[in-house]
């Protein structure tokens, strides 16, 4: 047994613990979202708080749309028949808007972060 090792015994332990503390928060499932006639489906999504979040959101449409919020910290454009992936997170407990920002009066989502909430 090497020195450290006889004066650290719970070292190995302790870096676990210390690293399973300190780990992220987990990923909660995608968040499938479809833009088409330009609104969002669903538009109200509801996850777990204090969980990244990754959204799947597809654009059935013919034209380009941006998905954007300043809530979450977000803006991507995703092209006509296009699909994008967008990560955002963790979220405290809270109301979070979204919209597409070339039709911001018609395509407007709410994400919903709770306690309670398993994800979606």
């Given at each position: 047994?090497?020195?450290?090792?006889?004066?650290?015994?719970?070292?190995p332990a302790l870096l676990i613990v210390t690293l399973?503390?300190?780990?992220?928060?987990?990923?909660?499932?995608?968040?499938?979202?479809?833009?088409?006639?330009?609104?969002?489906?669903?538009?109200?999504?509801?996850?777990?708080?204090?969980k990244r979040l990754l959204f799947d959101i597809t654009?059935?449409?013919?034209?380009?749309?941006?998905?954007?919020?300043?809530?979450?910290?977000?803006?991507?454009?995703?092209v006509p028949g296009g699909r994008i992936l967008v990560?955002?997170?963790?979220?405290?407990?809270?109301?979070?808007?979204?919209?597409?920002?070339?039709?911001?009066?018609?395509?407007?989502?709410?994400?919903?972060?709770?306690?309670?909430?398993?994800?979606?």
């Amino acid at each position: 047994m090497g020195s450290a090792a006889r004066l650290f015994p719970a070292m190995p332990a302790l870096l676990i613990v210390t690293l399973w503390l300190a780990a992220p928060a987990r990923a909660a499932a995608p968040v499938r979202i479809v833009l088409k006639n330009h609104g969002f489906t669903p538009d109200t999504v509801h996850v777990p708080a204090n969980k990244r979040l990754l959204f799947d959101i597809t654009n059935q449409d013919a034209t380009p749309a941006e998905f954007e919020s300043s809530d979450l910290r977000v803006e991507k454009i995703v092209v006509p028949g296009g699909r994008i992936l967008v990560r955002a997170g963790p979220l405290r407990p809270g109301t979070y808007r979204f919209f597409d920002d070339y039709h911001p009066d018609q395509a407007r989502g709410t994400v919903i972060a709770s306690q309670s909430q398993t994800g979606q």
